[in-house]
């Protein structure tokens, strides 16, 4: 079983930054890869970034490219997500998920199987 708390979340201006985080529980973490996505109301859920096992792989949403920095640290078991000049539209709950066994390095929700609660992240204008 793997848990994840996601943590960071809150309320910035246009243009501010948060770094979200996400510690995730379980002795193979290291073999895990981990994603976010996020959720706007009324609105699917969409990938935001993903990072495989080893740090070696990353993939971005082209919506999210040069602002937002997916990371890790396995000594931590915790992911993380960066994001700088947030807008507006960056309104959602992000959710960070973990891929688990011999799968290949996915950006949909169908390739992830456990998921947290999620932290609530609001730009005001």
């Known amino acids: 079983q793997v848990q994840l708390v996601e943590s960071g979340g809150g309320l910035v201006q246009a243009g501010g930054s948060l770094r979200l985080s996400c510690a995730a529980s379980?002795?193979?973490?290291?073999?895990?890869?981990m994603g976010w996505f996020r959720q706007a109301p009324g609105k699917e859920r969409e990938f935001v970034a993903a990072?495989?096992?080893?740090?070696?792989?990353?993939k971005y949403a082209d919506s999210k490219k040069g602002r937002f920095t997916i990371s890790r640290d396995n000594a931590k078991n915790t992911v993380y997500l960066q994001m700088n000049s947030l807008k507006p539209e960056d309104t959602a709950m992000y959710y960070c998920?973990?891929?688990?066994?011999?799968?290949?390095?996915?950006?949909?929700?169908?390739?992830?199987?456990?998921w947290g609660q999620g932290t609530q992240v609001t730009v005001s204008s």
């Open positions: 998920a973990a891929q688990t066994g011999p799968v290949v390095f996915g950006t949909s929700i169908y390739d992830y199987n456990y």
């Open positions: 379980g002795r193979t973490f290291t073999r895990y890869n």
């Open positions: 990072i495989t096992w080893s740090g070696g792989s990353i």
